[in-house]
């Protein structure tokens, strides 16, 4: 269901990088049929200064893949998404999460061409999630950076991003559950340190789940010291 062809017209520039890296390195194309979910609680834009998704900056997301999925299902409401050099992070995960797939773009690696096929897309789609395979230099996510303010986009990473305004690290991770979670996971905890160069102290949450992918509370605790590096 990840879409990598039908894109609006703003995309062209976009469409016409992937449609090469497509003879080099091939798209993943996916038909999975899902039943999408409630969009993710708004609490979880309380991890975001401001209460929303900043523009033209880039967002590291460590520790949970849980977290990433769920942060892009509370932020996307109608914008596109484009996924990169994450193929193992699987569709089923972002719908429960709330993620609209008809607004996700999906190239699981662009091999040599990473940094190009990444700039297109920084050109046309708001939201850009820089996967575990997106390998590249520091002078490259700089210029990436760059670009990002000048489109207004939004560079989310799993990885560390020089110069990132934003960092939400998953210190602690705990599950429940019948024999601790072995046979049925019935509730997760989160410990989330946020780092901020947006304005204001970093602070710590607990992000709680109960049953379903999406979180169910979430409870700020004392500030953190530390600001994004």
Do not use: K
């Not at 569709?91 to 999906?106: H, M, P, S």
């Not at 050109?123 to 390998?135: F, H, L, T």
Request: glycine share 8%.
């Amino acid at each position: 269901m990840f879409d990598t062809v039908a894109v609006p017209t703003a995309l062209e520039h976009a469409r016409a990088t992937l449609q090469s890296a497509e003879r080099r390195v091939g798209v993943e194309h996916r038909n999975q049929v899902v039943e999408l979910a409630p969009a993710s609680p708004a609490l979880l834009t309380e991890l975001l200064p401001g209460g929303d998704l900043p523009a033209g900056v880039a967002v590291t997301v460590r520790g949970s893949a849980s977290l990433m999925c769920w942060l892009l299902g509370a932020t996307q409401r109608d914008r596109w998404i484009a996924l990169i050099g994450w193929p193992e992070l699987s569709a089923v995960a972002l719908v429960e999460a709330g993620v609209d797939l008809e607004r996700v773009v999906a190239v699981p690696d662009a091999g040599s061409r990473m940094a190009d096929v990444l700039a297109a897309l920084l050109d046309g789609i708001e939201i850009v999630v820089a996967g575990p395979r997106a390998q590249l230099t520091r002078s490259e996510r700089r210029r990436l950076l760059a670009r990002a303010r000048q489109r207004a986009t939004t560079i989310f990473s799993p990885d560390y991003w020089e110069g990132a305004a934003l960092v939400l690290d998953v210190e602690q991770t705990r599950w429940s559950g019948p024999d601790r979670g072995a046979q049925w996971l019935r509730e997760a905890h989160l410990g989330v340190v946020r780092r901020s160069r947006l304005g204001g102290a970093g602070a710590r949450f607990d992000i709680t789940r109960h049953d379903t992918t999406e979180p169910t509370a979430l409870a700020t605790r004392a500030a953190a010291r530390r600001r994004a590096g």
